[in-house]
Each structure stands twice: as structure tokens, then as C-alpha cells.
């Protein structure tokens, strides 16, 4: 369990001995932009010169990179993003590289930091020469986009106002123009709002989308087209705040499939209301903006009508053509079989735009809904793959059966994050229980939150069906209707009796519907649970766990039983103040704060449990496992950061989505901590394999067994094995246990064996394959 950290720390020595660390360079010419945007990506010239003794070269892993600091010099960013230096630079010799750079996401003024790196090795000494430091002010985006749309409102409506008499053509063109113009900013503000770090997204691209937009007008009289333009507008600023939101909370934009579930947003307002934030007010903006239009003159067209159907109709086609681009890149993402494998339509913003990409997802959508499924060639290669995964799989170890018979019982924890277990504030335990659980059972601390747009019932159905959730909305909404064949049906065959428990609403992610489809035969919710003390939406966990044992007691033995726990909910703004036992310090964010309490709650309520099942006498006959559902949803800044003593990374930002996963048994000599890398698919395989039940074959997970090579692939196309991490969003590869970054190529096979699982386990519930890949 332990050796590979060993090994890895041997292997790290080993090639800090091979490559020492270059004993200096000189900066040549370093003239960074003096001014920036927010959000941006820049990339500007830099000439650095080898000083030292020895090559520098991408053998050696030696790229340019920079830090931000603040002005007093405090590190703000410590691991900017890799610059290649273009080829070998041998002592001596000067090379001019083209440095990128990604700028904070708030404005005011920062030094930027010049550095060199030697991957895994070490950052280079201070260089001699020209200053490294630059000052740098970053500029705010929003007041300057929406600020310049609403002078261009103003002034085209004086134009109309004003030429209304002498060309009455003004008022539908400077329409057109005007819905354009405004479609563009709106997608450039949803990009910043959402604190989107990257290039800046096609120019071309958003002015594409925005003529697409105004060709809805010609459909129209244009006398019409002042106040249609103004539904427009208005309903664009309406979804580009919603793509706000969403972006920030999920990292995608609101996909036609996603509006399945707002149903639910009366129960989830507190977690929308939380991710406002002032500078969304640009939003209100804008849309008193678009109102302007509604009190422009209505054109009063005296032509004929051939001359009036003709001159739209070259309208029609000069907006046609203006948006065409952005209809040749949608069709060529439709075409392309890679498109199949992107893993969030937001790795596709830089490329179409926001438009563009809800144009994507309205042609995915219509696709799906008329298109005539997989072709034969894509069934056999899905068909391979869980034969290939069957066959590396088998049924065996000594730890196989060593609990034939016993009960099951599977609790999913709210919003448990790893970085919990352990942590002490002030000398005080956050999770003692849990804690204690490292030494009585086993701990499996790099198992990876694998959940989607689904959160809560993603966590369940990867769980229980060991398949990862769809690309774009929840399984819960848009595949209840498949045949599952999952961890309680599978125990049902075996004699098992089966039950789940949520104390929440049945309806809340169409848990009525899917618990039975899941297998379950009885479950029990809100109204079979009875009142009691509430905390966040539902009972609290410890008289959920408290009313939930007696059920357990009745169940017929064996039973698997499946509770879901709702503690402290995002946004976690509030927390009863008779339930908090921690004595914190200020972390800087309340939410964080709340947090913690509600995990010293729930722990406490899961140590009762335990209790509780010894005094039934259910103990010594049951294995119990807990495991968190998804991530906290805390944005690695100051207070987290602060609070965990880490720094910001891509490579940390994937580090950090992992949740805990633990093994209880009668069985006190199994237990100890298991660091092999796997993800929420593993624990449906990993519990049957210790009640020695065989892997299903159509299981995407596999058994997590001390000494196997991990795996586990994110949605977003992410990865992880024992040795390496993959971050796809930021085409980052890093060592696993140092974090330390790596070539990209030395990921490369782990980011195409991701690619592969994800597209093969969403094929399945995409087009409802388990029937098929399980056989007869």
C-alpha cells in the first residue's frame, strides 16, 4: 500500500541524480504588457540565455514559466503555466522563447514574476541580467464590454431617432447591427463573469452567433423587429447568467438536457443564491440596456412587396453568411469522431463561442432524439472493451468471499471530501471518528469523486451501477427508463433483501422511480421516516441514521441496505448553533466554517450508528462502507488553500477531488490505508469482491486491491493511475504523489485510456447497452 509513495520518492531521487539542477541563466529582454484583462491569456517574447554548465533541453523537462506576487512580493500563484523553449539550448547560448501567460481573475496591480523550471527537479536559481520582475495591471473586463454596449446603444439610437425621416431603412439595419453587437458582448461577459482563464474566445466566432440570433428576426414583419429584438436580448441575458452560474458550480454551460431538472430549483435556491456575486449585477445591466429598443420608431414600409421580400431576403443572406462559420464548426464537431469524446461542451468555448456551443448542444440534442443509434462497428468495440475488462479482472485474492453471506451496508455521506479526514484546526479533530476508522477498517484515500452535472445521483448511480454518468445532464432525468442492472439487483440474485433510505423527498432526484429500477425492494423516505429535528432540507443525519436502524432490525438477513445521508447541504450558509462543537478560528469564509461543523455533526452521527448497529446485535454478521457522494464545491482560494496549506494548481485542483471511502468489517486484522488510485466505479466491485460475488461483466470498475495498477478517469476527461495525473482542461500532467509537472506526452496513455472508458460506459447508458453487454 505504502510502497508505491516509497517507490515513487526512490524513483524522484534517482532522477534528481541524473539531472542536477542548471546552475543559471540570464534574462536578456523581458518586457511583459503593462496592461491586461482579467481572465486573459497573453503570450509575449522573452530572450534567456544558458549560463550555466549544462543543455537545456525538453529531454530534461526544462520549460520557462513565472510566479505572481503581489506588490509587497507575497507569492499569489506559485506554478504559472509551461513555456517550450523551442528546441536544445547548449551553455552560452541564447534562445527567444514565446511566453503565455494566464492572468488572475481579479483586477488591481501585481509583479510578474520570470522562472525556469526543471521538472521534478527544481526550480532554477535567480537569474543575472535584465529584472525578472515586471509590474503588471490587470484590468476589469466587464465595466469596458457593457460600458461600450450601452455608449453603442445610445448612440445608434440617436442615429435612428434622429434619421428616422430621411431613411427609414435605419431602423430595421441598425436593429440587426444592434442584436449582433449585443449577442457578442453578452458571450464575452459570461466567459469573465464565470472566472473562465484562457484565450479569448473567437472574435469571429461570437459575431457568428450573434448574426444567427438576429436572423430570427427576418422571420418577423419588421415593423416588429425593435421589440423582438428586445425578447431576444432580454432572453439571452436570461441564459447567459444561467451559463454563468452554471459554469461556476459545474463547469459547463446549461444544456437543453440539464432544464429537465428544474423541477427541483425550489429545493437547491440557497445553492444558486450562493454562487451570485456583485458583479453580476453587469447582468441587470444589460438588460435594461436591451430595453432601449422596445422605444425605437416602428418602420413604416411603403414598398411594394416584391421590393420589400427582396431586400430582406439580401438581409437574410448577408446575416447567413456572417453566421456560416459558425455553422461549419458545429457540423465539423458533429462529423468528427473525436467529437464524441469531448468530455464538457466548455473544452469547445475557445473553438465556437458561447452560441456556438448552445447551437452544438441544440444539434447533439435533435441528433439524439431522431439519430439511429450506434453503428454495428461501435457495438463491437464496446462489446471488446468489457470483454478486455472481464478478462483483466478476475475473481481472486485472499480477502475474495472472506465475507460470504454477511450484510452490507452502504452509506453515502454528503459532501464528504477527503481533505476532512485528518485535518485538525487548532489542535481539535475535525473527523475523530472517521479518523479512528483508518486504523479499524480500511481507508481508501485516493478514490476520485466521478460525479457530473448529476452531483448527489451521480454519486449514487456510479456507485451502484460502477458506470460513469452521462457527459451532459443526469441519468436521474434522461435515461430513468434504462434497464439497470446494478449492485442491489445483483445481491437480489443472491438471496440478498434489499432496501434504501433517504430523508428527503421521494421526488428529489427521481429517486421513487430509480430506487425500484435500481433493485431496491423497499425504501423509505420523508413521509416513512417521520418528523424530527431538520437540518439544511431534511432530517438531521443523526435521526435519519437514528430511525433508520430499527428497519435494519426487521430486514431479512442478508440484507444490503443503501442510506443516503443530506447533512449540510451547499451552500452550507447555515449551520444550527447548538450543533457546533468545533471552536474555530476566522478561515475567512463562513460557508468554509459551516462546513467543518457539519462534518464534526455527521461524524459524531455516524460514530451513534455504529454504536447502534453493535447494540442490535447486527455487527458482528455486517460490513458497513460510507463513502462521499461528490466534491464540497469549494473554489481552491484563499480560505481553502489557507485552511489545507497548499497552493493553487491545476494538478491540485484534480488532487483535491477525492473522497473518502471506507471499509468496515467484523474482521479487525483488515484494515489499514489503501493509496491505489481508483474512482466511485470501484466500490460496487470491491464490496461484492469481499462478499465474494464475481465482478459483473458489464462493470466499468474494478476491485480495489492493495498492489493493482490504479485508475480512475473524471468526466472532464481528467485522469489518474498509481504514477501520473492528467488534467485535461489545462493539458496538464503531473507525478500523482508529488504533483510535480511532467511532459505532456508522458500522459498521453493515460489520457487515451480515459478517453476510451468514458466513451464505452457512456455508450452504454446513452443507448441502454447492459442488456446487450451482459448477454443471456
Not at 727 to 753: I, T
Request: glycine residues 10%.
Amino acid at each position: 500500500m505504502r510502497g508505491l509513495a516509497a517507490l515513487g520518492l526512490i524513483l524522484w531521487a534517482g532522477l534528481v541524480l541524473a539531472a542536477p539542477c542548471p546552475s543559471g541563466w540570464r534574462v536578456e529582454a523581458f518586457q511583459p504588457p503593462k496592461l491586461v484583462w482579467a481572465t486573459a491569456q497573453v503570450a509575449f517574447p522573452v530572450e534567456v540565455t544558458n549560463t550555466g554548465d549544462q543543455p537545456w533541453s525538453s529531454q530534461t523537462s526544462d520549460h520557462v514559466s513565472y510566479h505572481w506576487r503581489d506588490l509587497s512580493g507575497q507569492v499569489l500563484v506559485w506554478d504559472g503555466d509551461r513555456s517550450e523553449l523551442g528546441g536544445t539550448v547548449n551553455p552560452g547560448e541564447t534562445q527567444l522563447v514565446l511566453v503565455r501567460v494566464r492572468v488572475p481573475r481579479e483586477p488591481g496591480v501585481y509583479l510578474l514574476e520570470l522562472a525556469m523550471v526543471r521538472e521534478q527537479v527544481c526550480w532554477y536559481p535567480p537569474p543575472s541580467g535584465r529584472a525578472r520582475l515586471a509590474q503588471v495591471r490587470v484590468l476589469p473586463r466587464l465595466p469596458f464590454l457593457v460600458g461600450g454596449l450601452g455608449l453603442f446603444t445610445g448612440l445608434l439610437s440617436l442615429v435612428v431617432w434622429k434619421g428616422r425621416r430621411w431613411a427609414s431603412w435605419l431602423v430595421p439595419v441598425c436593429t440587426v447591427l444592434w442584436l449582433a453587437a449585443f449577442a457578442w458582448v453578452v458571450g464575452q461577459v459570461v466567459v469573465v463573469a464565470a472566472g473562465r482563464v484562457g484565450p479569448p474566445m473567437p472574435v469571429g466566432m461570437l459575431w457568428a452567433g450573434g448574426c444567427l440570433l438576429s436572423l430570427a428576426l427576418i422571420l418577423l414583419p419588421a415593423r416588429w423587429w425593435p421589440r423582438a429584438a428586445t425578447v431576444l436580448a432580454f432572453l439571452a441575458v436570461v441564459l447567459a447568467f444561467a451559463d454563468t452560474l452554471y459554469l461556476r458550480f459545474f463547469g459547463s454551460i446549461v444544456s437543453f438536457l440539464a432544464w429537465q431538472g428544474a423541477g427541483q430549483l425550489g429545493q437547491v435556491w440557497d445553492s444558486v443564491r450562493s454562487l451570485a456575486k456583485p458583479q453580476d449585477l453587469w447582468f441587470a445591466v444589460l438588460g435594461f440596456c436591451s430595453l432601449f429598443l422596445w422605444f425605437w420608431p416602428r418602420w413604416q414600409e411603403q414598398w411594394p412587396f416584391w421590393p420589400r421580400f427582396l431586400r430582406q431576403a439580401a438581409l437574410a443572406g448577408v446575416l447567413l453568411a456572417a453566421g456560416w462559420p459558425v455553422v461549419v464548426a458545429v457540423r465539423g464537431v458533429l462529423r468528427d469522431v473525436q467529437g464524441a469524446q469531448v468530455f464538457s461542451y466548455t473544452m469547445r468555448m475557445q473553438e465556437l463561442g458561447v452560441w456556438g456551443l448552445h447551437l452544438l448542444d441544440a444539434a447533439r440534442t435533435w441528433k439524439e432524439a431522431v439519430g439511429e443509434g450506434l453503428a454495428p462497428e461501435e457495438r463491437r468495440q464496446i462489446r471488446n472493451f468489457f470483454a478486455q475488462r472481464a478478462r483483466t479482472t478476475p475473481a481472486s485474492g485472499p480477502a475474495f468471499g472472506r465475507f460470504a453471506g454477511y450484510n452490507l451496508v452502504l452509506l453515502q455521506v454528503e459532501s464528504l471530501q477527503n481533505f476532512v479526514v485528518g485535518l485538525e484546526v487548532n489542535g481539535q479533530e475535525v473527523t475523530p471518528f472517521l479518523n479512528s476508522l483508518r486504523r479499524r477498517g480500511l481507508y481508501f484515500s485516493w478514490v476520485f469523486d466521478q460525479t457530473n452535472q448529476g452531483r448527489s445521483s451521480d454519486g449514487e448511480f456510479i456507485a451502484l451501477n460502477s458506470q460513469h454518468p452521462l457527459g451532459e445532464g443526469a441519468v436521474a432525468f434522461r435515461r430513468a427508463g434504462n434497464r439497470f442492472m446494478a449492485l442491489p439487483n445483483v445481491l437480489r440474485s443472491r438471496g440478498y433483501s434489499t432496501l434504501s433510505a433517504h430523508a428527503f423527498e421521494r421526488g428529489f432526484w427521481n429517486r421513487a422511480v430509480l430506487h425500484p429500477a435500481y433493485g431496491f425492494e423497499r425504501s423509505f423516505f420523508r413521509r416513512e421516516l417521520g418528523p424530527g429535528e431538520v437540518i439544511g432540507w431534511g432530517l438531521a443525519d443523526g435521526v435519519f441514521l437514528e430511525r433508520v436502524l430499527p428497519k435494519l432490525q426487521e430486514a431479512r438477513q442478508p440484507f444490503f441496505a443503501f442510506l443516503i445521508t443530506l447533512g449540510l447541504h451547499h451552500p452550507f450558509d447555515e449551520f444550527p448553533e447548538g450543533r457546533k462543537s468545533l471552536k474555530l478560528p476566522d478561515l475567512g469564509d463562513p460557508a468554509l466554517a459551516n462546513y467543518l461543523q457539519a462534518m464534526r455533526y455527521v461524524d459524531g452521527a455516524l460514530a451513534a450508528f455504529f454504536e447502534g448497529l453493535a447494540g442490535a446485535g447486527l455487527a458482528d454478521r455486517t460490513v458497513v462502507a460510507l463513502y462521499g457522494d461528490h466534491e464540497a464545491g469549494f473554489p481552491l482560494q484563499a480560505p481553502l488553500a489557507n485552511l489545507l496549506r497548499i497552493q493553487w494548481s491545476p494538478q491540485q485542483l484534480t488532487a483535491l477531488r477525492r473522497v473518502p471511502f471506507f471499509i468496515v468489517t467484523p474482521d479487525a486484522s483488515l484494515a489499514g490505508e489503501v493509496d491505489e488510485v481508483g474512482g466511485q466505479v470501484d466500490i460496487a466491485p470491491t464490496l461484492l469482491h469481499l462478499l465474494g460475488v464475481p465482478r459483473p461483466s458489464w462493470f466499468v470498475g474494478r476491485a480495489l486491491i492493495p498492489g493493482r495498477q490504479g485508475f480512475a478517469a473524471l468526466p472532464d476527461g481528467s485522469g489518474a493511475d498509481n504514477q501520473l495525473l492528467w488534467v485535461e482542461p489545462f493539458q496538464a500532467c503531473a507525478e500523482r504523489l508529488s504533483l510535480q509537472g511532467r511532459e505532456k506526452s508522458a500522459c498521453q496513455p493515460l489520457r487515451e485510456a480515459v478517453a476510451v472508458e468514458l466513451a464505452a460506459s457512456r455508450a452504454v447508458v446513452e443507448h441502454d447497452l447492459l442488456p446487450e453487454i451482459a448477454g443471456p
